[in-house]
């Protein structure tokens, strides 16, 4: 069965920084390519970073380039989001989700999110 | 920047009625890249639909896709009480590669 399963968030002060896990099993995570999706609290989803298998392609929402690092480690079947420079606006559910392409690309598995608040 | 806008915002209807839900984008893109998820309250998004028309694993057959161009949409073909909830359309672009999704639209109980 895949799971992921997202953990780091919190309260976190406006210009302080958060780094953000995501474990995974159920399935060969060194295969696939994966996805950050957040939603603010009441709001619809906002897809923030993307990371290929390899970390060779990465690509960031114009919102967070410059301040999010997308990262993984395979050895560890772990994916991570590093957050600088939070701002009030970056409060939100975070998930991490599973891609898979085949030649339809779709988000096919999800966590279930861990909540970040920036607040001071 | 294509922007995909889903309508209506709301749709409440009854369970045993007929929903559809329409997503529209700014410019043509490929069916291969539209994709839908249902959300429920306090739940993480799930996959219902890719390629605008294939169901995902475990999606009930009342669950279909259909469109093309710059419109697209999601019908479910009788309501049942599991299916109120919101969906999002999502668009995938290659180059620069990013994803974008509607704004929803919620299927509430009337």
């Known amino acids: 069965e895949v799971q992921l399963v997202e953990s780091g968030g919190g309260l976190v002060q406006p210009g302080g920084s958060l780094r953000l896990s995501c474990a995974a099993s159920?399935?060969?995570?060194?295969?696939?390519?994966m996805n950050w999706v957040r939603q603010a609290p009441g709001k619809g989803l906002e897809w923030l970073s993307y990371?290929?298998?390899?970390?060779?392609?990465?690509s960031y929402a114009d919102s967070v380039k410059g301040r999010f690092t997308i990262s993984r480690d395979n050895a560890k079947n772990s994916l991570y989001l590093q957050m600088n420079s939070l701002r009030d606006e970056d409060t939100a559910v975070y998930y991490c989700?599973?891609?898979?392409?085949?030649?339809?690309?779709?988000?096919?598995?999800w966590g279930q999110g861990t909540l970040v608040t920036v607040s001071s | 920047e294509i922007v995909l806008t889903q309508s209506p915002g709301t749709l409440s209807l009854s369970p045993g009625e007929r929903a559809t839900l329409s997503c529209r984008a700014s410019?043509?893109?490929?069916?291969?890249?539209l994709a839908w998820y249902q959300q429920k309250p306090g739940q993480a998004p799930r996959l219902l639909i890719y390629?605008?028309?294939s169901r995902a694993t475990g999606i009930p057959d009342r669950f279909s896709g259909s469109g093309s161009g710059t419109d697209f949409a999601l019908t479910i073909s009788r309501l049942e009480p599991e299916d109120f909830a919101v969906y999002y359309c999502?668009?995938?672009?290659?180059?620069?590669?990013?994803?974008?999704f509607g704004p929803g639209t919620k299927v509430d109980i009337k």
């Open positions: 989700a599973k891609y898979d392409y085949a030649g339809n690309p779709k988000f096919d598995y």
């Open positions: 159920g399935f060969i995570f060194s295969g696939y390519s």
């Open positions: 990371i290929n298998s390899g970390s060779s392609i990465i």
């Open positions: 410019q043509i893109i490929s069916s291969t890249y």
């Open positions: 390629g605008a028309s």
């Open positions: 999502q668009q995938y672009v290659d180059s620069p590669l990013r994803f974008t």
